[in-house]
């Protein structure tokens, strides 16, 4: 079936598409964005550092103006880190719900900051529930802060972040958020879900190359961070006081990356902006699953726990199908797709985000068929342990 949308400009120099999970294809105005040269402490950057800060506000739906944004040099792991060691107190508690290999990098990243801390382990990928959060804060009224993943791309799932907040504040704690990569493709107002920081990165939804990261914060907890990180350079509180006096990066700021993303914010509000991307995405999801079950592929999760940016398929039992040949024939068509990170069964992922619409996604599932045929591999079924290992995700 075809639509009447038209198709988006393919990669500027022919190079596969990214179905992974950031970085990821980004537009040819974004890449060409890069190729001027910008003063750090020129008025010009300047007006480009604020546009973003106010642009990436503007998604968080923050009508009382209680939330700032302080973009973070580095990748988005140096973005949680800043995030935990600036707002988690020196002797502070933390709650990690952890169901994935993005929550357990928090906790490794607790046990770096010696802060203390206690997980719910949910294994790859079994969503952690309100309920259960409740009752650890009851049992352990030392914990003062839990930290979520909202989109735990190991796996694909989309956790119930509201869920978890109304269970947070119901006992008077306080959340944290990695949104890294559904931010700016998955609502996340903070009139519906209360949270006091949440960060992401700028190779994620919005679509711009890897540089750095940033964390959105309420004001006041902004302010009561100063002077608690563990560290000079990720010391939230320091960037935010530097840039909302001088109206610049405390160190070397990543310019010609800023100077994209700013166009990839453009792009992102042009198109409709959370709900446009979050609708392209959404797309794109659902003409691969559908495709790829077609072929007899299966999803790990059940339709309501997958979400529009990364979905997790079973590798086939056909003993002629194999992974690393799959990737590579699947490359030579144009695609690069992502391994798995299960460790129950064979896995591989595809994800929906960045520059591709329906009509990537539809050459992803032809390009899978051919694949298929070429490896000699009859049908996409997965083992029966892949399904049974499904069926603990109750509906
Ligand atoms: C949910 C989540 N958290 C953290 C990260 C780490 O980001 P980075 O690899 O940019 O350090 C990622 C990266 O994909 C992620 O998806």
Known sequence: MTTGTPPLASPLLGEPYLLTPGPLTTSANVKRAMLKDWGSWDEEFRALTREMRTSLLALTGDEND????????????????????????????????????????????????????????????????????????IADPSISHVVIV??????????????????????????????MSAFGAVPLDIKDVRYEAMVSS???????????GFIIARKDELEAAKGRSHSLCLDVHAQWAHMNKTGQWRFTPPTHVVVAFVEALRAHLAEGGVAGRGARYTKNRDVV????????????????????????????????????????????????????????????????????????????VNAAKETLSEMGVATATPPKKALIERAKLAA
């Open 150 to 179: 909202h989109c735990e791309t190991s796996s694909g799932i989309l956790n119930p972040v509201k869920e978890i907040s109304d269970a947070v504040y119901a006992q008077g704690r306080k959340l944290l958020v990695d949104s």
């Open 66 to 137: 209680v939330l700032d944004c302080v973009p973070m040099q580095g990748s988005g792991s140096f973005s949680v880190e800043a995030m935990l060691g600036s707002f988690v107190p020196r002797d502070g508690k933390v709650l990690v719900l952890s169901n994935g290999a993005y929550g357990q990098r928090i906790a490794q990243t607790l046990e770096y900051l010696s802060r203390d801390h206690t997980v719910i382990d949910k294994g790859d990928y079994m969503p952690p529930r309100g309920e259960e959060v409740t009752e650890a804060l």
């Open 289 to 364: 699953v559908e495709g790829l079950r077609d072929l007899g592929f299966e999803t790990l999760l059940k339709d309501r726990w997958l979400s529009p940016i990364i979905v997790t398929f079973f590798c086939p039992e056909d003993p002629k199908f194999n992974f690393d040949q799959f990737y590579d024939l699947m490359k030579a068509k144009g695609f690069i797709i992502y391994p798995g990170k299960l460790t129950v069964v064979a896995s591989f992922r595809i994800g929906c985000i960045g520059q591709m619409d329906e009509h990537v996604m539809r050459g992803v």
């Open 202 to 212: 700028a190779n994620k939804c919005i679509e711009g190359v890897p540089g750095f």
